[in-house]
């Protein structure tokens, strides 16, 4: 096997549940070689690579350098997941009071600097093919590592989901992941706060299929990379107010919610770093 087949893997400063996903995506096994990957490998060199995979954040110095000196060595790089795209958990946590008693802080005992700013993976260098998702179903990953010809993903959740929209005009929100949801019927008929229709597709629907609203993780659809937040947020409630009889001040401080805030600020994120949708899976 040449070494034009081998791909790494880099995790910045994340979970690694994304290389959970990538060890659970098998078709690539036999086909190209794993050459690095801290998680299972012992290996401390990063050979030269066709494809670099990069999960997790840049919030380090170490991050930062680690990052630069492996994408020197490879020919592609893909970001993958809602880490290494727009921060995910960590990006929550922008507290000035918090970062000044990192700053202000003279013993590090061997700890590295926490930058100023968390910042993703195209922050610091140039990114090929971005793969949101948190983590990213593992079929995604061996699109992401073949390139089939003419492969594509639904350009939204709700193309993937399949439910069937009804005449029912729910007047409430009955939350998350409460009762059991009728099978078939969308979950906003239903009176779930669901963001399928503007999130972007590709991940098969898993959560919906099982009577989970849809919280945006695979960020947003082509529709809405290079648009405002505001315009997603009145987007999505126009969508609600065709299909419920929901106050429009119920709908707009649970698109605002806590709950949603880890994936629905990616939306954002877009719109102030653009990305060409050809470069995003």
């Excluded at 809602?82 to 700053?103: H, K, M, W």
């Amino acid at each position: 096997m040449t070494a034009t087949t081998d791909f790494a893997v880099l995790n910045l400063s994340g979970c690694s549940g994304c290389e959970v996903g990538l060890l659970n995506a098998e078709d690539w096994i036999g086909k190209y070689r794993l050459a690095y990957m801290p998680l299972i490998l012992s290996s401390e060199d990063l050979p030269p690579v066709d494809k670099l995979i990069v999960s997790g954040s840049v919030y380090t110095d170490e991050d930062r350098y680690r990052l630069r000196q492996a994408a020197r060595r490879a020919h592609q790089i893909i970001a993958v997941g809602t880490c290494a795209i727009s921060g995910g958990v960590a990006n929550l946590g922008y507290r000035d009071e918090v970062r000044e008693l990192f700053f202000q802080a003279t013993e590090r005992h061997q700890l590295p600097r926490i930058l100023p700013r968390l910042r993703p993976v195209d922050a610091v260098v140039p990114v090929d093919l971005y793969v949101p998702g948190c983590p990213p179903m593992p079929h995604l990953f061996t699109a992401a590592l073949f390139n089939p010809k003419g492969y594509q993903t639904a350009k939204t959740v709700c193309l993937d989901c399949g439910r069937q929209k009804t005449r029912e005009r729910p007047s409430r929100l009955l939350g998350f992941q409460r009762d059991v949801t009728d099978p078939v019927s969308c979950l906003i008929n239903q009176g779930y706060l669901c963001v399928g229709s503007s999130t972007r597709g590709g991940c098969h629907a898993p959560c919906t299929r099982a009577g989970h609203p849809c919280v945006g993780c695979r960020g947003p659809s082509d529709g809405f990379i290079s648009r405002s937040s505001q315009e997603w947020f009145e987007a999505m409630a126009r969508v609600f107010q065709r299909m419920t009889d929901i106050p429009p001040q119920e709908i707009d401080q649970a698109l605002h919610s806590p709950q949603l805030s880890l994936f629905i600020f990616q939306f954002a994120d877009y719109a102030a770093v653009p990305r060409e949708v050809e470069k995003v899976l």
